[in-house]
């Protein structure tokens, strides 16, 4: 392995916002289970809701 070039780790890679990924699949599992989603998501699909024209 010596013959291979050392890694470079370019300069604008950001690492994944994990907090969001977890999120993410917290909902996912909720939502296959049948879970309860909780307030804040009952009153944002409220919300957006009311902003769709009929």
Same mark, same amino acid.
């Given at each position: 392995? #010596?013959?291979?070039?050392?890694?470079?780790?370019?300069?604008?890679? #950001? #690492?994944?916002?994990? &907090? &969001? $990924? *977890?999120?993410?699949?917290?909902?996912?599992?909720?939502?296959?289970?049948?879970?309860? $989603?909780? &307030? &804040?998501?009952?009153? *944002?699909? #409220?919300?957006?809701?009311?902003?769709?024209?009929?």
């Amino acid at each position: 392995m #010596r013959h291979l070039p050392h890694p470079v780790q370019p300069m604008d890679e #950001r #690492r994944p916002d994990w &907090a &969001a $990924l *977890g999120h993410t699949i917290d909902y996912h599992l909720r939502l296959s289970l049948g879970g309860d $989603l909780g &307030a &804040a998501v009952d009153h *944002g699909i #409220r919300l957006i809701g009311s902003l769709v024209p009929l």
